[in-house]
């Protein structure tokens, strides 16, 4: 018969892989999420590089990454379990990934990668639409190592940042806040986008093809989040309380839906309508937000928090574009300055019981009525925003001057879909196609009303040569 200690094993290895495949199915959400605030000209390889990029940071994670974040090292970096063994991964609360004491290694690792693959995939939400193919791979390579060394600060036992009760329970510092900096390092080398910013200096808006695959790509994420935040848990218990991942799951949840409605809400009366993409936005701040504070705090704050992140989805956003800086997703906003607010939400909102289940840091401001917490989560975010934002702006400022990160304008202009792959991602609007527009089954659309950003050299035979081309869609 097997021991309760081995069952427990058992559940709780199912359960944190279930939770990995539901976080690395964020990957689809975020693949049209940005697909949809994009332009079509780009669509295809907006999407596209999500499997990319998942590959390359899954086969780096597995080599050094992994290492790097838990294995056995000194405050600053994991120095063992590199490109790790059969044993290493079979083995449950063994060196060098003995912090996962209730689930093998290989569960750590699966769980723990799809964490990386997502902070990289919020990477190039504020560099879309303008980078080449080649710096994904480059700087891909170089991030998964970044995230990996920040990651053993937070999270693993010998971490220093751990070690001073610094409190994250699912990466809104880590995963969010991290990639947002990245993402912003790189907008301000890339300049913004052709046409974003007029001479006087004025934003132009540059919306994106398909709303409706941006709302399914925030439901999806909304859905993976439990995944996220309540398979952060790592077992079936936390301490004494059993099934404590359905009490994340809860907070997780109403602080996603007070975000939503608030930044509905807050884009009415500043924008004059309920704008759908600051909703979406909303959601995901609140998400973003709640991720570090979700184990820790009470559904009041969760929906404190969610309202707060709410109203950073609009006003973040126009404060960004003001700035002069031209980011399509939102990333800057919804993933860094929803990703502070989160974690010193919780140097704010802990409650000292929750703080003792999960061993980590003290009670918040309002319990306590001492600034100790609040001071930790500080340090903490001074600390990884300074490392994470000079790296990766040296990275990628190196890259640049050697070899030019950003795409010519004329292939910024036709879509890089073509340029970068030979392909687009929607053919029959660009290129002759069987039955597509411009031919007899679409002939009662009339030829007045093929795409108007079609360029006249990929414009379908039998088109209206009247119709003025332009070169972006």
Known sequence: MPKTSDLLIAVSTVWVVIAAILVMFMQAGFALLEAGLTRMKNAGHIAGKNVLIFGLCSIVYWAIGYGLAFGHGNGFLGTEGFFPSVEAMTAVGKAPFDWFAEIPGAAGYLFEVV???????????????????WVYIVFGVFFTVL????????WSPAGWLFGRGMQDFAGSTVVHYQGAL??????LILGPRIGKFGKDGRANAIPGHNVPYAVLGTLILWFCWFGFNAGSTLSVHSGDRFGFFAYVAM????????GAVVGAGVAWLKLGKPDISMMLNGALGALVAITAASGFVAPWAAI????????????????????????????????????I????????????????????????????GSFHQLGQQALGLLAVGGFTFAASYGCLWTLNRIWGIRVAPEVEVQGLDVHEHGMWGYPEFYIPVPGGYGTDSHSHLGSH?????????????????????????
């Not at 909102?349 to 009670?363: I, N």
């Not at 006249?456 to 869609?473: F, I, N, T």
Request: with cysteine.
């Open 341 to 368: 607010w989160g974690t010193l939400a919780c140097g704010l909102f802990t409650v000292p019981s929750l703080a003792a289940t999960l061993a980590t840091g003290k009670g918040g401001l309002v319990y306590t």
């Open 449 to 473: 009303q093929l795409h108007p950003h079609t360029p006249r050299d990929h414009r379908p035979a039998g088109s209206d040569p009247a119709v003025p081309a332009q070169g972006s869609a």
């Open 115 to 133: 964490f990386a693959g997502v902070s990289l995939a919020i990477v190039w939400g504020a560099m879309a639409e303008r980078v080449k193919l």
């Open 147 to 154: 995230y990996s060394v920040v990651s053993h600060w937070v």
């Open 251 to 258: 907070t997780t949840n109403i602080a996603a839906a007070t």
């Open 304 to 339: 404190v928090i969610g309202a707060g992140s709410g109203v950073i989805a609009v006003f973040g956003v126009i404060w960004v574009e003001k700035l002069g800086i031209d980011d399509p997703i939102g990333a800057v906003a919804v993933h860094g300055m929803s990703g």
């Open 182 to 187: 990245a993402a912003l390092a790189g907008a």
